[in-house]
């Protein structure tokens, strides 16, 4: 078993890890086709439907689940026929276990 001081380290470890993961790679995150827009710029076009993508990870590597249930929330809007989604706001202090969408097409 791990003592409290061992379970630190491990843990700045695997977040600096996924830091560098996501600082060296931000272009994963882009859907070819697919652009994120505000509720006011879509109202000329046709809304599809609601889309959702679920965060893989949570606690430290937050962030790294957010973007990647972003981004398969896009996928999803491509599925389905959209060009653009309108995320809802998310709240920083709760722990996020879906990521809805909007799914329009402009």
């Known amino acids: 078993m791990l003592d409290h001081k ?3 380290v491990q843990m700045k470890r695997a977040v600096l890890f ?4 996501a ?5 994963i995150y882009d859907v070819s086709g697919v652009t994120e827009s505000n ?3 879509v109202a000329g076009c046709r809304f599809i439907g609601n889309v959702r993508g679920i965060p893989a990870v949570f606690g430290p590597l937050k962030d790294i689940g957010l973007k990647d249930a972003r981004r398969a929330a896009k996928v999803k809007a491509k599925e389905v026929g959209g060009n653009t989604v309108v995320f809802e706001a998310i709240p920083e202090v ?5 990521v809805p ?3 329009y097409s402009c």
């Open 6 to 8: 061992s379970y630190e």
């Open 18 to 21: 996924a830091a560098m993961l």
């Open 23 to 27: 600082a060296c790679t931000p272009t």
């Open 39 to 41: 509720a006011a710029d």
């Open 94 to 98: 709760a722990e996020v276990y879906d």
């Open 101 to 103: 969408a909007k799914v």
